[in-house]
C-alpha cells in the first residue's frame, strides 16, 4: 500500500513539477535589468568617503563658482559676442568647462585619472522596490517609466544597471556580466529580459557578443547606438552646426511637454551659437579625448581618420586595443548576432526614432542623435530628400515581395534593416523619448512584459511606422481604413485625433498636396483633448503605389502661446502597382505656403515667430478660393 501512494505522489509531484516549468517559460517571469544611456548614471569621486563629491551631473554651485572665478573674463567675453566676436568666448566657456570637468578626465590608456564610480551595482539595491523605498530616484534613469513598470510587474524583480558612461563599451559588457550573474543567483533564474537605450544598447549588445544569449530572453533596444555617430568627430574637430528648431522642440519636450515655443524657432539659424561651440570645442576635447566611450561611439567611417589624428599609438595603446575591438569585430557582428538571437528563441526588438536633423549638423535623417540607419539598418534617404515615387526597396534582408518596409515618408526603407520584422520606427520621436508618448511606452511595456508582440503584423494598433503621438504634436492623422501614413480607395474620411494634454483644438483646413482630395471641416467642431473626429473627403486616390503625398492641418490650440497651428503629415499612396523606380528625389511639397507666394512676400512672412501664424492663415484662406 505504502508503495502505491509513494508511487501516486511521486507521480503528482513530477506531474506539477513540469506544470510548474510548462507555465513558468508560458508566463515569462524572468528578472528584467535597465541599462540607460550615456551618462545617465551619476558620478562621483570618492564615492562613500567623506571626500565624496559629486562629478555628474555637477552641482548648480560648481558651475556658478566657475563663472565667479573668472567672472572679468568671462563678462569681457561675453559682451565681444555683441560685436560678433565669438570665439574669445567660446575659448571662456570651453576652459570653465575643462575646470569644471577636471576629475572626468582620463588617462590617454582610458583607465580613470581620479577616483570616480557610481551607485554600486548589487541586486540587493539596485532593484526599484528598494530604491522606491529610500528615495535613490536620482539612480532610476527614467523616474517615471520605472515607476509605471513598477505598476505593471513587481519592481523587487526589475534592477538598474549604473555605469561609468566614460568606460568604453567592453569594460562595461564586462560588468554587466557581472551584474547579470549576480541578479540570476539573488532571484534563482535562468535568464534575464534586457530592455536597453541608446549606448546602454551597445553595452548591451557587446555583452551578449562576448557572453552569448544564454542568459537573455528578451532583448528590447530603444535607439541603440550599434552603429556609431558623427558627434565625436564634430566634438574633436570643433565642427558643430546646430538645427536649433530641432533642439529646441527636443528640451521643450523633456521640459514642458509641450512645443509652444520651439515652433518659433522653425528655419532659424543662429551662427552665434554655432561659433560659440565651436570655440568651446578645445576645452570640452581636453576632458573627453580619452573616454573609450567616444571612441567607441564613433561612426565607423570617422574612426581611422580620428584615431590617428588624437590618439598616439604608444600611450593609448590600451584604449585603442579595446576600441578597435568594438570597431573592427563586435560592431559588425550584431546585426548576424540579433538574427541568430531570434533563431535561438530570443524575443529581440529594435525601436528607432526618425525625421529630425542630428544635434551636431549633417543630413542624416535621425533623432538629434543618431542617424537612424545606423540604429536600424534601413536604408534612408539624406534629410530633405525621398524615395522616388514608386520605388519598391532594396530588399537586402527581407526580400518577401508581400512586404511593404517603405515608411509614409518615403525616408525609411526597412527592407535592409538589421530585423526588417521586428524594428518599430517613430517619425518625430526625439532621441531617448520613448517614454514621453504613449505609443512607444505601451508597445515597449508589452514587448518587455508579455508575449502579445511578436513582430509588426502581431497588432495593428502597434504598425512598423508610426507618427510620434507627444503631445508636443497636438495632432495625429490616420485614414479610415488603412495604418497610420497609408491612402487607399477603402479611405473615405480622415480620423485627426487631439493628442495634447489638456487642450481643445477646433479645425479650420485640411489641404492635400500631391493628391486632389477635397476635405469637409465644416462639421469637425471643437475635438477636446483625448479625442478625435472624422472628416470626409472627396477625390479620386491615383490607381499607383508608393507615390508621395502631404496632408496638411491647420487649427488653433486653445490655451497655448502660439495658437495658430499648422501640422505637416507625409503619406504613401497604396492603390495599386508600384513602377519600382529607384533612388532618391527631393522631398517636394515642403509648404504650399512656401511654394505658391511671391519669393519677397514668403521672405517676410516665413521669419521665425511669424511663420507658423501666417502659414496658418494662407492655408485658412486657400481653401476658401479652392
Ligand atoms: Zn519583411
Known amino acids: 500500500m505504502k508503495k502505491i501512494i509513494a508511487f501516486v505522489l511521486s507521480i503528482v509531484i513530477s506531474v506539477s513539477f513540469f506544470w510548474g516549468v510548462a507555465y513558468a517559460s508560458e508566463k515569462n517571469d524572468d528578472p528584467i535589468v535597465l541599462i540607460s544611456g550615456f551618462m545617465c548614471s551619476p558620478l562621483y569621486y570618492e564615492y562613500g568617503t567623506e571626500n565624496e563629491e559629486k562629478l555628474w551631473i ?54 580613470s585619472v581620479y577616483n570616480v564610480s557610481h551607485y554600486p551595482n548589487n541586486p540587493e539595491t539596485s532593484n526599484i522596490a528598494y530604491m522606491l523605498e529610500n528615495g535613490f ?28 558612461s566614460r568606460l568604453d ?22 535568464k534575464v529580459r534586457i530592455f536597453s537605450l541608446s549606448f546602454g544598447g551597445l553595452i548591451s549588445s557587446t555583452y551578449i557578443y562576448l557572453y552569448g544569449d544564454s542568459s537573455v530572453s528578451k532583448y528590447i533596444t530603444s535607439v541603440p547606438a550599434i552603429g556609431g555617430t558623427d558627434i565625436p568627430d564634430k566634438i574633436l574637430r570643433g565642427n558643430i552646426d546646430f538645427p ?18 520651439a515652433r518659433w524657432f522653425e528655419n532659424a539659424e543662429f551662427d552665434k551659437i554655432n561659433a560659440i561651440f565651436c570655440s568651446a570645442s578645445d576645452g570640452m576635447m581636453s576632458a573627453l579625448k580619452y573616454w573609450g566611450s567616444i571612441w567607441s561611439l564613433c561612426s565607423a567611417d570617422l574612426y581611422d581618420e580620428l584615431k590617428v589624428d588624437f590618439l598616439d599609438p604608444v600611450e593609448s595603446a590600451a584604449l585603442i586595443e579595446k576600441t578597435d575591438r568594438i570597431h573592427y569585430e563586435i560592431r559588425p557582428a550584431i546585426p548576424r548576432m540579433f538574427r541568430d538571437m531570434q533563431k535561438n528563441g530570443v524575443d529581440v526588438a529594435i525601436l528607432c526614432s526618425t525625421g529630425s536633423e542630428l544635434a551636431l549638423g549633417g543630413k542624416h535623417n535621425g533623432d538629434v542623435v543618431l542617424p537612424a540607419y545606423t540604429v536600424s539598418g534601413a536604408t534612408c534617404a539624406p534629410l530633405g530628400m525621398r524615395f522616388a515615387d514608386g520605388y519598391t526597396g532594396v530588399k537586402t534582408t527581407c526580400s518577401n515581395p508581400e512586404h511593404n518596409h517603405i515608411s509614409p515618408s518615403m525616408e525609411i526603407d526597412a527592407s535592409s534593416a538589421y530585423l526588417p520584422e521586428n524594428t518599430w520606427f517613430v517619425d518625430g520621436q526625439y532621441h531617448g523619448q520613448y517614454y514621453y508618448e504613449e505609443y512607444t511606452r505601451s508597445l515597449v511595456t508589452k514587448l518587455l512584459l508579455t508575449d502579445e508582440i511578436t513582430d509588426i503584423y502581431s497588432n495593428p494598433d502597434y504598425p512598423q511606422f508610426e507618427y510620434s503621438n507627444h503631445a508636443s504634436r497636438s495632432v495625429h492623422v490616420k485614414f479610415d481604413n488603412n495604418k497610420t501614413g497609408y491612402l487607399s480607395s477603402a479611405d473615405k474620411k480622415l480620423i485627426i485625433e487631439n493628442i495634447t494634454s489638456d487642450r481643445s483644438i477646433k479645425i479650420f483646413a485640411v489641404n492635400s498636396d500631391g493628391v486632389n482630395l477635397k476635405f469637409d471641416v465644416s462639421d469637425a467642431g471643437t475635438i477636446k483633448a483625448g479625442e478625435s473626429v472624422e472628416i470626409p473627403f472627396s477625390g479620386e486616390v491615383p490607381r499607383v503605389s508608393t507615390a508621395a503625398a502631404r496632408i496638411t492641418v491647420s487649427y488653433i490650440e486653445f490655451g497655448s502661446l502660439n495658437p495658430f497651428c499648422v501640422s505637416e503629415f507625409d503619406i504613401m499612396i497604396n492603390n495599386g502597382d508600384a513602377s519600382g523606380a529607384k533612388g532618391f528625389i527631393e522631398k517636394g511639397f515642403e509648404s504650399r505656403f512656401e511654394n505658391n507666394l511671391p519669393d519677397w512676400l514668403y521672405k517676410i512672412l516665413s521669419k521665425p515667430f511669424f511663420r507658423q501664424t501666417a502659414e496658418f492663415v494662407y492655408n485658412t484662406v486657400s481653401v476658401l478660393f479652392d
Open 58 to 111: 555637477p552641482e548648480a554651485d560648481k558651475i556658478l563658482d566657475t563663472i565667479k572665478d573668472d567672472l572679468p573674463r568671462f563678462l569681457k567675453t561675453l559682451a565681444g559676442t555683441f560685436i560678433g566676436k565669438t570665439d574669445e568666448f567660446g575659448e571662456t566657456v570651453g576652459d570653465g568647462a575643462s575646470v569644471i570637468f577636471e576629475k572626468l578626465r582620463m588617462n590617454p590608456d582610458g583607465t
Open 137 to 164: 530616484e536620482e539612480y532610476m534613469y527614467e523616474v517615471k517609466f520605472c515607476k509605471y513598470l513598477a505598476e505593471n510587474y513587481d519592481p523587487s524583480e526589475i534592477f538598474m544597471f549604473q555605469y561609468d
Open 169 to 190: 563599451a567592453i569594460t562595461n559588457a564586462h560588468r554587466l556580466n557581472d551584474f547579470i550573474e549576480d541578479i540570476k543567483a539573488y532571484t534563482n533564474s535562468d
Open 244 to 261: 536649433i528648431g530641432d533642439i529646441a522642440m527636443f528640451f521643450e519636450t523633456v521640459l514642458s511637454g509641450e512645443g509652444d515655443v
